[in-house]
């Protein structure tokens, strides 16, 4: 019994279950390519049930060779048939082939034992499509190591398996799905695979990456061979209009070098001091600066220092061959738009070839992420209880956090998540803002992260950079962090940022309002708690964001409390701290409160200068969840008579978790119109009051003070609670931290203004934006 990943999972199957497949390849010219590929398939650990060769008209021997190869009793055919590209012949080829599944290849690959088993394991579930392979180089002299290295997707970095385009040489597909995309488009030269798996992407096929399933080739052997290699692929990108971005990154490179090395010239010709070594710095920046990691990642994969000065030679030559290759593509596009862009548009739709999706996997793999957060369980905050609860639920091997380890008092005996934390040592005696020691230690902290970040990055590469906020520091450790190592960022946005920092040094504003402008814009997802918070952060043109509402602890179900009884004295529970945005709603309530016989209103909160000392007491969480499950009825009070209105109309209290799991009723003192209004509202879980006029409150308390009333929104909180399962979420986000953000903003999953929850759709029913 042999083990095959499927879509599914790993499951048992047979080779009596596996698909009968046909392995195709075409050849031109390349007698040992040909020979080396046809006896590694014919070794395979899983035979092919049948080779298809198309030979585009080979005079070098290929064709006699094979006439005569054995193919030791599997079924194999050639056919000849001049003049066709590669693409053309693919299709001949699979046009010819008798089975199902079509296992592609090429001449010069020389496949692993075990690549066609694992390659073609995943169809044994007939709803997978397409599976891609992976490849490695197959070195002998130090510049094709140097090549291979440099230019071979999964060498360096991981591969995305979301957005990575297999290669026809180690590629499998149904038959369907081949002739959904409209067949390999055989006008092209090169590029002709990236297109056509641009257009299985588009159709949403259903895919798989097998990255065992390898085939080894080996590059170019000298320099003018690597130049017409990249020359030949950039002028295919160009003719299905890609490439020019990075055609446009280079040319800015260059330009920022010639101007330096001008500047140095002119310096020292006219005897200026500063001027030569000005721009020579230039250029050694415009030169150096974007090879150099890249470089420097293969000196140490080889261990030869040589390599560095080698791969940045080779990474130069390679980027001026791009660009002259692009250019020919350009101009044979102005030569002949009817062989370029009417295919192309009557192949993709458009030209040029743009808005390409992910794959369509029906469980993509979570990319390795690190959190970047100030702070993290067992601090005492709600931000980190929220946190606390989500990655509860998170797949502890896809997650690394860095963050600092307090050493306080305020800690909290929830334990924290099982996901190794890299905890570096604050010192301060507390983490106030403020005072000039804790600004330079905040300023070292971010220093810290951001280079600890970079030595954890090269230990195990990650593909996602979360920052939490609300802290400020930690977004800007985030944000650099991901600048630096060229890592997407992800911002959990708990609050808002520069909309609620109260300062009057200009300076401080101005450099924080440029931190959250920039680090927001360029984030590849931005996670908010309310469609308030996301449609106020799209106003200001952050159109990435994706709402994520707090959830409960997983394994923490709600409780069906008791059916309210009628007594003679409602007993209402304010919990958690009692800041400046609270303030004038708890007055209010007090007065209404204190003017009824039958209320029996408590404070779980700090002291502070609204509530009189000894009405106020502050217990631990599991006594506060106690009390809160005896009360009968929960509030939550905001008002708008605070410095930062907006952070009010879109906050998402972290205890309205609690008093939902609690199946509490609420009582809601908010602003028409906010977070807090419309979701007690719609989802009919508690009363909210848009007055703060005590007479107002008062006449509400006297509603919650029917028991059947109370019972009807107590079974609404429960069924809202029910929603907010920290493991559906967990799920949710871990598919957004790959995809994104979903391309239609018009209503974020949760919560929604029709019906009290809505669940996010499959994704493969999800819309997304483009790699």
Same mark, same amino acid.
């Given at each position: 019994m042999r083990r095959a990943w499927t879509a599914r999972g790993k499951v048992p199957y047979t080779l009596n279950d596996s698909p009968r497949i046909s392995v195709i390849a075409t050849v031109r010219n390349d007698l040992a390519g040909t020979r080396s590929m046809l006896e590694a398939l014919v070794g395979q650990t899983r035979a092919p049930d049948e080779i298809v060769i198309v030979d585009a008209g080979s005079t070098d021997g290929t064709q006699e060779f094979l006439a005569s190869f054995d193919a030791e009793g599997v079924a194999f055919r050639w056919i000849e048939d001049n003049g066709l590209n590669i693409a053309a012949g693919r299709n001949r080829a699979i046009a010819a082939a008798r089975h199902d599944v079509i296992a592609c290849t090429d001449a010069g690959c020389v496949p692993d034992a075990t690549w066609l088993e694992e390659l073609t394991a995943?169809?044994?579930?007939?709803?997978?499509?397409?599976?891609? $392979?992976? =490849?490695?180089? #197959?070195?002998?002299?130090?510049?094709?190591?140097?090549?291979?290295?440099?230019?071979?997707? !999964?060498?360096?970095?991981?591969?995305?398996?979301?957005?990575?385009?297999?290669?026809?040489?180690?590629?499998?597909?149904?038959?369907?799905? &081949?002739?959904?995309?409209?067949?390999?488009?055989?006008?092209? =030269?090169?590029?002709?695979?990236?297109?056509?798996?641009?257009?299985?992407?588009?159709?949403?096929?259903?895919?798989?990456?097998?990255?065992?399933?390898?085939?080894?080739?080996? *590059?170019?052997?000298?320099?003018?061979?690597?130049?017409?290699?990249?020359?030949?692929?950039?002028?295919?990108?160009?003719?299905?209009?890609?490439?020019?971005?990075?055609?446009?990154?280079?040319?800015?490179?260059?330009?920022?070098?010639?101007?330096?090395? %001008?500047? #140095?010239?002119? $310096?020292?010709? %006219?005897?200026?001091?500063? %001027?030569?070594?000005?721009?020579?710095?230039?250029?050694? !920046?415009?030169?150096?600066?974007?090879?150099?990691?890249?470089?420097?990642?293969?000196?140490?994969?080889? +261990?030869?220092?040589?390599? =560095?000065? +080698?791969?940045?030679?080779?990474?130069? &030559?390679?980027?001026?061959?791009?660009?002259? !290759?692009?250019?020919?593509?350009?101009?044979?596009?102005?030569?002949?738009? +009817?062989? =370029?862009?009417?295919?192309?548009?009557?192949?993709?739709?458009?030209?040029?070839? #743009?808005?390409?999706?992910?794959? /369509?996997?029906? +469980?993509?793999?979570? *990319?390795? @992420?690190?959190?970047?957060? &100030?702070?993290?369980? *067992?601090?005492?905050?709600?931000?980190?209880?929220?946190?606390? /609860?989500?990655?509860?639920?998170?797949?502890?091997?896809?997650?690394?956090?860095? @963050?600092?380890?307090?050493?306080?008092?305020?800690?909290?005996?929830?334990? *924290?998540?099982?996901?190794?934390?890299?905890?570096?040592?604050? @010192?301060?005696?507390?983490?106030?803002?403020?005072?000039?020691?804790?600004?330079f230690a905040s300023i070292a902290m971010t220093v810290w992260m951001v280079t600890t970040a970079r030595r954890l990055h090269q230990d195990t590469p990650f593909q996602r950079i979360l920052g939490v906020y609300p802290h400020r520091y930690s977004l800007l450790a985030a944000w650099l962090t991901s600048r630096w190592l060229g890592v997407p960022l992800v911002a959990y946005m708990h609050d808002l940022c520069a909309e609620t920092l109260i300062t009057q040094n200009r300076l401080k504003r101005g450099f924080w309002t440029f931190v959250d402008r920039h680090a927001l814009r360029s984030a590849f997802l931005v996670a908010v708690p309310t469609r308030e918070f996301a449609l106020h952060y799209r106003s200001r043109g952050v159109l990435e964001t994706w709402v994520l509402p707090h959830c409960n602890p997983e394994g923490v179900m709600a409780r069906i409390p008791e059916p309210p009884r009628p007594t003679p004295t409602l007993r209402v529970l304010y919990a958690g701290n009692l800041y400046q945005a609270h303030e004038d709603a708890v007055r209010a309530l007090l007065h209404a409160a204190d003017a009824l016989d039958n209320v029996e209103l408590e404070f779980l909160c700090p002291p502070n200068r609204v509530v009189p000392a000894e009405r106020t007491h502050w217990v631990d969480r599991a006594e506060a969840q106690e009390s809160i499950r005896a009360a009968d009825v929960v509030v939550v009070a905001l008002s708008g008579n605070t410095p930062y209105p907006r952070e009010v109309m879109g906050c998402f209290p972290s205890k309205i978790v609690d008093f939902l799991a609690a199946g509490r009723p609420i009582l809601a003192i908010a602003p028409a119109h906010s977070f807090v209004d419309r979701f007690v509202r719609t989802t009919g879980c508690g009363v909210s009051v848009t007055s703060q006029s005590p007479g107002d409150i008062a006449r509400v308390l006297l509603q919650l003070a029917d028991a059947s009333a109370r019972q009807e929104m107590s079974a609404a909180a429960l069924r809202v609670s029910a929603e907010l399962e920290a493991e559906k979420w967990m799920h949710h986000f871990s598919i957004r931290l790959g995809l994104g953000a979903p391309v239609d903003p018009s209503s974020p999953p949760f919560p929604d203004e029709n019906a009290a929850t809505r669940s996010e759709p499959p994704v493969a029913a999800t819309a997304d934006r483009s790699a």
């Amino acid at each position: 019994m042999r083990r095959a990943w499927t879509a599914r999972g790993k499951v048992p199957y047979t080779l009596n279950d596996s698909p009968r497949i046909s392995v195709i390849a075409t050849v031109r010219n390349d007698l040992a390519g040909t020979r080396s590929m046809l006896e590694a398939l014919v070794g395979q650990t899983r035979a092919p049930d049948e080779i298809v060769i198309v030979d585009a008209g080979s005079t070098d021997g290929t064709q006699e060779f094979l006439a005569s190869f054995d193919a030791e009793g599997v079924a194999f055919r050639w056919i000849e048939d001049n003049g066709l590209n590669i693409a053309a012949g693919r299709n001949r080829a699979i046009a010819a082939a008798r089975h199902d599944v079509i296992a592609c290849t090429d001449a010069g690959c020389v496949p692993d034992a075990t690549w066609l088993e694992e390659l073609t394991a995943p169809f044994t579930d007939a709803d997978v499509m397409v599976v891609g $392979g992976g =490849y490695r180089v #197959s070195a002998r002299a130090a510049l094709e190591r140097v090549v291979g290295l440099l230019t071979m997707p !999964g060498e360096l970095k991981p591969l995305d398996p979301l957005r990575f385009n297999p290669s026809a040489r180690s590629l499998a597909f149904r038959r369907a799905a &081949w002739e959904r995309a409209g067949r390999f488009p055989d006008w092209l =030269y090169t590029a002709e695979d990236t297109l056509f798996a641009c257009k299985l992407r588009r159709n949403r096929e259903r895919y798989l990456l097998a990255e065992h399933a390898v085939v080894r080739w080996q *590059p170019r052997t000298n320099w003018l061979a690597v130049w017409r290699q990249f020359r030949n692929y950039a002028r295919g990108e160009a003719h299905i209009g890609r490439g020019a971005d990075a055609t446009r990154f280079w040319k800015r490179r260059y330009a920022v070098a010639g101007a330096g090395l %001008l500047a #140095s010239i002119v $310096g020292a010709a %006219l005897g200026l001091k500063c %001027l030569p070594t000005l721009g020579l710095l230039a250029a050694a !920046g415009g030169l150096v600066g974007p090879v150099h990691r890249r470089a420097r990642a293969v000196a140490r994969r080889t +261990h030869r220092s040589g390599d =560095y000065v +080698h791969a940045l030679a080779l990474s130069h &030559w390679i980027a001026l061959a791009s660009l002259r !290759g692009h250019r020919m593509g350009t101009r044979d596009i102005q030569g002949a738009p +009817h062989t =370029y862009l009417t295919r192309l548009r009557e192949y993709w739709g458009a030209a040029p070839v #743009s808005d390409c999706p992910p794959w /369509n996997i029906l +469980h993509p793999p979570i *990319p390795r @992420t690190l959190v970047v957060t &100030w702070h993290w369980p *067992p601090t005492r905050r709600a931000s980190t209880q929220v946190l606390a /609860n989500l990655f509860a639920a998170a797949d502890a091997g896809a997650f690394r956090i860095l @963050t600092r380890g307090l050493e306080t008092n305020e800690r909290d005996p929830l334990e *924290p998540p099982a996901i190794t934390a890299q905890r570096l040592p604050w @010192t301060r005696p507390n983490d106030r803002d403020g005072t000039l020691g804790n600004w330079f230690a905040s300023i070292a902290m971010t220093v810290w992260m951001v280079t600890t970040a970079r030595r954890l990055h090269q230990d195990t590469p990650f593909q996602r950079i979360l920052g939490v906020y609300p802290h400020r520091y930690s977004l800007l450790a985030a944000w650099l962090t991901s600048r630096w190592l060229g890592v997407p960022l992800v911002a959990y946005m708990h609050d808002l940022c520069a909309e609620t920092l109260i300062t009057q040094n200009r300076l401080k504003r101005g450099f924080w309002t440029f931190v959250d402008r920039h680090a927001l814009r360029s984030a590849f997802l931005v996670a908010v708690p309310t469609r308030e918070f996301a449609l106020h952060y799209r106003s200001r043109g952050v159109l990435e964001t994706w709402v994520l509402p707090h959830c409960n602890p997983e394994g923490v179900m709600a409780r069906i409390p008791e059916p309210p009884r009628p007594t003679p004295t409602l007993r209402v529970l304010y919990a958690g701290n009692l800041y400046q945005a609270h303030e004038d709603a708890v007055r209010a309530l007090l007065h209404a409160a204190d003017a009824l016989d039958n209320v029996e209103l408590e404070f779980l909160c700090p002291p502070n200068r609204v509530v009189p000392a000894e009405r106020t007491h502050w217990v631990d969480r599991a006594e506060a969840q106690e009390s809160i499950r005896a009360a009968d009825v929960v509030v939550v009070a905001l008002s708008g008579n605070t410095p930062y209105p907006r952070e009010v109309m879109g906050c998402f209290p972290s205890k309205i978790v609690d008093f939902l799991a609690a199946g509490r009723p609420i009582l809601a003192i908010a602003p028409a119109h906010s977070f807090v209004d419309r979701f007690v509202r719609t989802t009919g879980c508690g009363v909210s009051v848009t007055s703060q006029s005590p007479g107002d409150i008062a006449r509400v308390l006297l509603q919650l003070a029917d028991a059947s009333a109370r019972q009807e929104m107590s079974a609404a909180a429960l069924r809202v609670s029910a929603e907010l399962e920290a493991e559906k979420w967990m799920h949710h986000f871990s598919i957004r931290l790959g995809l994104g953000a979903p391309v239609d903003p018009s209503s974020p999953p949760f919560p929604d203004e029709n019906a009290a929850t809505r669940s996010e759709p499959p994704v493969a029913a999800t819309a997304d934006r483009s790699a």
